[in-house]
């Protein structure tokens, strides 16, 4: 009868390979600007109006950090606080379309609950990589959802806002996997993630 070989067990505190914390963080946040970015385009099937159509206005979620330039961690500090207003949009536009329209099933509806479910493992994520004793980071949604819908009535107006909400969930997720990589190298001493 030949010998089996046994496998080799490693020690449970042996450190496993792989990606740091840092680097899963930039990966995330790509995977979420991918994702938001197939949640507008999904909207655009569905609402037709949109598919040439750039709203005017500005941000939606804006930051304003003190006059000099941030440090990378204190930037990441400043996302997060811009992810969990983007939070708070998501679960409003949720809200609000599922009031309008009830509980429906489908790709889009599928996506936007992704959405929403990546942006709060983000959120997880980033409190993670630079929550201090001193700067204690929420995880919540940062947003009441007692707002008009861009100050339109009507079924339009909370088209048009729904609209506006998903191009900032792309900005920002388009700015968080930046900002992040840019941590994981001064961290990491790489580029690559």
Known sequence: M???????ITAPDTPVPGP????????????LHHECARLLQL??????????????AG?????SPDTEEPSTEQQVQLLHSALRQCLGLIHCVILKEEEEWGE???DYETMRMNVRLRLEH????TKGLVETESMILEVTPDHQCNEETDGAGGVFGLKMWT????????HWADHAAQTLHVLYAEREGTEDV
């Open 43 to 56: 909207y655009k099937e569905k609402e037709t109006f949109f598919s040439d159509h750039t709203p005017d």
């Open 163 to 170: 609209y506006r909400v998903l191009l900032e969930l792309v």
């Open 59 to 63: 941000r939606i979620v804006s930051l």
């Open 122 to 125: 983000l959120l997880c994520s």
């Open 2 to 8: 030949a010998e089996q070989e046994e496998p080799q």
């Open 20 to 31: 740091s914390q840092t680097g899963r963080a930039v990966a995330l946040a790509r995977l």
């Open 104 to 106: 429906m099933e489908g």
